[in-house]
C-alpha cells in the first residue's frame, strides 16, 4: 500500500516561530501536494511539485514556502507563524495524470 | 479556470435508505474526475474515479458515481446507506493547467446517516 506519512499528527507553535512540516511517501511519485482544510472552505492548496526541486505556487501561497531535496520528501515551511495559520495541513502524492492522489494523516497546527 | 462545487454543505439520510451526494464542475477539455471520504481527524480515503469510458463508476464501500457530460456533474450515490457512512465527502477534479497538473477540490459535503 501507499503510504504517505506526515511527521507530526498535532503540533502547538508561538506566533513568530518558524515551522517545518514534513512529509514522506514511500511510492516514488513525482507529485507532490500541500493543503490546508478549514471548515466550510474545504481543501485550498498552497504549493505543489512535480520534480525534485521542482515547486510552483497554489491559490494561497503567502507565508509559505516548501522545499523538495528528495523525490520521496516535500517540505513545508511556515516562515513566520501567525495565528491565521492555524489549521489542518495535508500532504499528498501522485504518480500520473489519470491517477487519484494518496494523502498523509493531517498536521493539526495550532499557532498561539 | 477549473471549479468544483459541492452545492450541499450536508446530507442527512436514513440508514437502508439510498443516499447521492451532489457534485458539479467546470473545466477545460476532458476532466478526471475523484471522490474522497474523510473521517473525523484523519487524512482523505481515495473512494473512486472517472477518466473514461462507462459513465458509472464503481468505488470502495459500495459507493459508485455517475459521470453526466452535459450536466457536467459526478454524484456520488449508495443504494443503501450506513451509519459507518457517516463521514465528511469531498470531490476533486484535475486537469491540465499551465502544462501541469493538480486536483482542485470541492468545499466538501457532511453526510450523516441516521439510525
Known amino acids: ?112 | 479556470a477549473q471549479s468544483v462545487a459541492q452545492p450541499e454543505d450536508q446530507v442527512n439520510v436514513a440508514e437502508g435508505n439510498p443516499l447521492t451526494v451532489k457534485c458539479t464542475y467546470s473545466v477545460s477539455g476532458n476532466p478526471y474526475l475523484f471522490w474522497y471520504v474523510q473521517y473525523p481527524n484523519r487524512g482523505l480515503q481515495f473512494l473512486l474515479k472517472y477518466i473514461t469510458g462507462d459513465n458509472l463508476v464503481k468505488g470502495s464501500y459500495g459507493f459508485e458515481a455517475e459521470f453526466n457530460k452535459s450536466q457536467t456533474s459526478f454524484h456520488l450515490k449508495k443504494p443503501s446507506a450506513l451509519v459507518s457512512d457517516s463521514a465528511l465527502y469531498f470531490c476533486a477534479v484535475r486537469g491540465p493547467t499551465s502544462g501541469t497538473y493538480k486536483y482542485i477540490f470541492g468545499t466538501g459535503t457532511r453526510l450523516k446517516v441516521l439510525a
Open chain 1, 1 to 112: 500500500d501507499v503510504k504517505v506519512t506526515q511527521s507530526s499528527r498535532y503540533l502547538v507553535k508561538r506566533t513568530g516561530e518558524k515551522v517545518f512540516l514534513e512529509c514522506v511517501q514511500d511510492m516514488d511519485h513525482e507529485n507532490m501536494f500541500w493543503y490546508r482544510q478549514d471548515p466550510g472552505l474545504g481543501l485550498r492548496l498552497i504549493y505543489f511539485s512535480y520534480d525534485v526541486k521542482m515547486k510552483e505556487k497554489g491559490d494561497i501561497p503567502e507565508g509559505y514556502s516548501v522545499s523538495r531535496e528528495k523525490k520521496e520528501r516535500f517540505s513545508l515551511i511556515l516562515e513566520s507563524a501567525s495565528t491565521n495559520q492555524t489549521s489542518m495541513y495535508l500532504c499528498a502524492s501522485s504518480s500520473g495524470a489519470h491517477t487519484e492522489a494518496f494523502f498523509g494523516q493531517g498536521t493539526r497546527l495550532t499557532v498561539v
